[in-house]
């Protein structure tokens, strides 16, 4: 794991003075090895490079961009569970990420207040609503919990007769493989009555190794479902070649395209912006390179509404 700037720049071959470093963010740097050495060296405009380093640039305060900017705090009935749709529940089990990305829209979430839970309020509350059937681990990053902790709370939501269906969202199968190859896991989850699916959090193809295609082939034997989520990032993946390649590679290691989210207007974050517009420009674009399934909905999250919105095509 790589938490220090010096360390980074000696990886990548780039002097920390030619680049234009936050060194006293309080979000801190933090990327795992595997995906740091994926950074192409002596380019400072990489686009693996840019989703991590510190950049004086967030410093930039914009009125639009604020705190919690999807009204998560809002929709906590109590603390880590958020029940925002029909149906589904997220349930916020990390507190921590394997990497820091920049872009994140929870990076100002009070997670310390997660922390403190009790699973066991979490799973009174599903249990006494039957209109749930479908829960979400999200985080943070769920992954960084270790196998134990993640066993015994899904075989505790396997009791739940009313729910059908397990989501994990996580970020650490792409960015760390190795972490997330936790075989007692996937052993509980092969054999599991719920139908388990995860959404894997990849914005780039090359992020994409060897080791994730030996990864996702391990999860499709324990008869997960893989999707992705990414998040359209400006100066990473906002053009359609790169989108197309994303997707083709997605696809040649078993997984399909679920959403490309709008960024999440999170204070420190708005020189990663892609308007609607120019998101509805490559979204045509790519529905013509593209066959349907291969094609992310484009997503925007307005709190408030009773699901996340899908961008219309621009015409
Ligand atoms: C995104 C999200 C979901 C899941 O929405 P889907 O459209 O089913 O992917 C559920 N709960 C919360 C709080 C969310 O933010
Ligand atoms: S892994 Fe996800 S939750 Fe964690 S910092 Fe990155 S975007 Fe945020």
Redesign the pocket.
């Known amino acids: 794991m790589i938490q220090s700037i010096a360390e980074l720049c000696e990886l990548i071959q780039i002097p920390a003075s030619a680049l234009n470093l936050d060194k006293n963010s309080s979000f801190s740097l933090k990327v795992p090895q595997h995906f740091a050495k994926q950074i192409e060296a002596k380019n400072p405009q990489d686009p693996l490079l840019l989703q991590i380093l510190p950049d004086l640039v967030e410093q930039q305060q914009n009125i639009a961009f604020s705190l919690d900017p999807?009204g998560?705090l809002k929709?906590n009935p109590i603390d880590s569970l958020?029940h925002?749709?029909y149906g589904?529940?997220?349930l916020i089990i990390s507190p921590k990420c394997d990497i820091h990305c920049r872009y994140c829209f929870r990076r100002h979430f009070p997670y310390e207040q997660a922390k403190k839970t009790h699973w066991q309020e979490a799973l009174d509350y599903i249990e006494q609503d039957k209109t749930i059937s479908e829960v979400?681990f999200s985080g943070g990053d769920p992954l960084s919990l270790s196998e134990n902790i993640l066993i015994d709370l899904i075989q505790k939501i396997a009791k739940i007769p009313h729910i059908t269906t397990l989501r994990i969202h996580s970020r650490t199968p792409v960015v760390m493989p190795t972490k997330a190859d936790k075989t007692k896991l996937l052993e509980v989850l092969k054999y599991s009555r719920l139908n388990i699916v995860l959404v894997v959090h990849c914005n780039h193809p090359n992020e994409l190794t060897k080791d994730t295609l030996i990864l996702f082939n391990k999860y499709k034997q324990a008869n997960i479902t893989l999707l992705n989520q990414s998040v359209l990032l400006k100066n990473v993946n906002d053009s359609a070649k790169t989108l197309e390649q994303l997707s083709k590679k997605l696809f040649s290691q078993g997984v399909l395209p679920y959403?490309c989210h709008l960024l999440d207007k999170v204070s420190g974050a708005k020189h990663f912006l892609v308007n609607d517009h120019q998101g509805g420009v490559l979204l045509e674009e790519l529905r013509k390179r593209l066959p349907g399934y291969l094609v992310p909905k484009f997503m925007t999250?307005i709190a408030g509404e009773p699901?996340?919105t899908q961008l219309k095509d621009f015409k």
């Open positions: 999807v998560d929709a958020l925002k749709y589904r529940v997220l979400i959403y999250e699901y996340k």
